[in-house]
Structure formats: structure tokens, C-alpha cells
């Protein structure tokens, strides 16, 4: 069974980077296949996507956020990582880790299967 | 930027009802990139439908998906109290790459 554990501090100054660490058991990042994704939610609202990467180390980011992300991924210790920079009080949210996978088809169409494991969430307020 | 909207933002309905989720899309999208996710108050969003009409893996056959073009909708043939959550739909590829409606509030009459 594939589970997804965020870690990392739960207060950041503003102006800080926000850091947090994505520890995956019951599948080896390594293994291929998936995108590995971030994804926020403040209280009370909507989920937004931040960004993911792939098992190669490449990379993709919300236009949004762009300038401030960068995720990385360690095989080694199964985990991956996001950081945040200049954190603002706008960044406080819980911030998920999810898997996602998306492939061709046999008949040669791409297809996306969705965000199918989730950890259980952390929440980082960013505050001085 | 492809907007997605859900509607309505709130639904007050009663165990045993059936239930029409809509998801509208701001321009034409594929229904392979649209998926719903479900999510309960202290939890993550657990994945239901993919593809427009296909459940993942564990969700019980009274939750089902349809549309296309612009317009999608997830329905729940007979609600059971478990099913009181948050829905959210959730469209792949376009930017950002993955784009969440703002999701519909299911709630106990």
C-alpha cells in the first residue's frame, strides 16, 4: 500500500523559504511511471496546484508560483521536496503531496488518471 | 487559462436523494483529462472519477461521471451519509497543468 507523509515546519517567517519534504513507503520513486505533485489548500478554500516531478528530475510548476518554486526529489530516500520562496502570509495553507499518473493509451491517445494517493496534509502558516 | 466552475456551490439534500454535480469548463476540453475528487472535512481529496466516467479504484458503483465539450457532471444515485463532502472537479493539461473548480459543498438537510 503506497502512502505519502509531508514533514517540515509548520511556522515560517515571512520572506523565509517554506520548506517540506514528501516521505513515500510501499513505492520506490525510482520505479518510474508517476509524477510526484504538491498541491495547497488554505483554510475554508479551494485547492491549487503547485507543481510536480518527475522520477528523471524533470520538472513542472503553476505559472502562478513559478518563480518562487522549486521541487526536487531525492530517490535515494524516497522522498521529494518542495520549497517555497519569500513566503507571505498569502502561502499559509495546508499543503499536500499527491501521486499522479498519466500515460498513452494503446490506441495512441494520452490519458490522465488523476491524483490517486494523497499524504495526509501539513499546515505551514506563514507569520512572523 | 482554462476556468473551471462547479455549480451549485452548496447543496442541502437528504440520505437516499440522487444528486447531479456540475463542472463547467470555460472552453472545450478532452474528456480524458477530466477527473472528481471527493473530500471530508481534516481529509485529503480522495480520487472518485477519471476520464470523465471512470471510477478509481474502491468507489462504489453509485458515483458516476459524464460529459463533454464543456460541460461535465458527477452523480450520486442514492446518497448515503458518508457522502456528505466536498466535491471538486479537476481538469489535466492545460496551464497551470492542473486546474481545480472551486468545488460544491454537499451538505445534510
Known amino acids: 500500500q503506497v502512502q505519502l507523509q509531508e514533514s517540515g515546519p509548520g511556522l515560517v517567517k515571512p520572506s523565509q523559504t517554506l520548506s517540506l519534504t514528501c516521505s513515500v513507503s510501499?513505492?520506490?520513486?525510482?520505479?518510474?511511471?508517476?509524477?510526484w505533485s504538491w498541491i495547497r489548500q488554505p483554510a475554508g478554500k479551494g485547492l491549487e496546484w503547485i507543481g510536480h516531478?518527475?522520477?528523471?528530475?524533470?520538472?513542472n510548476y503553476n505559472p502562478s508560483l513559478k518563480s518562487r518554486v522549486t521541487i526536487s526529489v531525492d530517490t535515494s530516500k524516497n522522498q521529494f521536496s518542495l520549497k517555497l520562496s519569500s513566503a507571505t502570509a498569502a502561502d499559509t495553507a495546508k499543503y499536500y503531496c499527491?501521486?499522479?499518473?498519466?500515460?498513452?493509451?494503446?490506441?495512441?491517445?494520452?490519458?490522465?488518471?488523476?491524483?490517486?494517493?494523497w499524504g495526509q496534509g501539513t499546515t505551514v502558516t506563514v507569520s512572523s | 487559462e482554462i476556468v473551471l466552475t462547479q455549480s451549485p456551490g452548496t447543496l442541502s439534500l437528504s440520505p437516499g436523494d440522487r444528486v447531479t454535480l456540475s463542472c463547467r469548463a470555460s472552453?472545450?476540453?478532452?474528456?480524458?483529462?477530466l477527473a472528481w475528487y471527493q473530500q471530508k472535512p481534516g481529509q485529503a481529496p480522495r480520487l472518485l472519477i477519471h476520464?470523465?466516467?471512470n471510477r478509481a479504484t474502491g468507489i462504489p458503483d453509485r458515483f458516476s461521471g459524464s460529459g463533454s465539450g464543456t460541460d461535465f457532471t458527477l452523480t450520486i444515485s442514492r446518497l448515503e451519509p458518508e457522502d456528505f463532502a466536498v466535491y471538486y472537479c479537476q481538469l489535466y493539461g492545460s496551464s497551470p497543468l492542473h486546474t481545480f473548480g472551486q468545488g460544491t459543498q454537499l451538505e445534510i438537510k
Open positions: 472552453q472545450s476540453v478532452s474528456s480524458s483529462y
Open positions: 516531478i518527475y522520477t528523471s528530475g524533470s520538472t
Open positions: 499527491a501521486r499522479e499518473y498519466s500515460n498513452y493509451l494503446p490506441n495512441g491517445d494520452y490519458y490522465y488518471y488523476g491524483f490517486d494517493v
Open positions: 510501499g513505492y520506490s520513486i525510482g520505479s518510474a511511471s508517476y509524477y
Open positions: 476520464g470523465t466516467s
